[in-house]
């Protein structure tokens, strides 16, 4: 039996696993066959799934909505109001169920405020999306992504700061890693 918190507000479908020590505050609707890792904190207002796969130690701030084809990998952190979408093309009289595309968060990735990210990409590892972009692209790993649609300005090390690289294309993070442009991406060395 797992140890999570949610909200007396808050629904949680029956067919759903939620991890230790998650938090799912007020006015959220977790649906059915919904995975939840342990850690994890969800603010007002929240819906996830159905058929969602959520990692451990994500944090969601409030009115975000992550639909069926979205998987989000350990550590992401989406900011508040970011939206994703399912499907490239909707019609509101046309059924696309079959059509969802898959959108994938990799592990440690930062999604701003107000971000939208079109399905069917994914957002690499410590990537950080700035806030009100628009990324419609497969983000590479530690990209600085901003504007609309989103392009790439940079790079930022795991620990959020950007990274100044060298001659010889290094970098050292203010925590210590070290980190090299390698074929135009960045590797943790």
């Known amino acids: 039996m797992s140890n999570y918190f949610a909200h007396e507000s808050s629904y949680i479908d029956s067919d759903v696993s939620i991890g230790d020590n998650t938090k799912i505050w007020h006015f959220s609707h977790v649906l ?38 979205v998987e989000i990998e350990d550590d992401v ?58 990324v419609n692209k497969d983000v590479k790993p530690y990209a600085l992504m901003v504007g609309v649609p989103a392009r790439q300005i940079g790079w930022v090390g795991v620990s959020g700061n950007t990274l100044e690289f060298d001659e010889e294309n290094k970098a050292v993070d203010s925590d210590g890693r070290r980190y090299a442009i390698v074929d135009e991406t960045v590797e943790e060395i």
Do not use: H, W
């Open 32 to 69: 059915g066959q919904t995975t939840i890792g342990k850690n994890c904190s969800f603010g007002q207002n929240c819906v996830i799934g159905p058929k969602v796969r959520i990692g451990n130690g994500v944090k969601v701030q409030n009115n975000i909505s992550i639909y069926e084809g």
């Open 77 to 134: 952190f989406l900011g508040p109001s970011m939206v994703f979408t399912n499907v490239i093309n909707p019609r509101a009289f046309i059924q696309r169920k079959d059509e969802f595309k898959k959108t994938l968060l990799k592990k440690g990735c930062s999604i701003g405020a107000n971000a939208t990210i079109v399905c069917g990409i994914t957002i690499g590892e410590y990537s950080m999306i700035g806030s009100g972009a628009v």
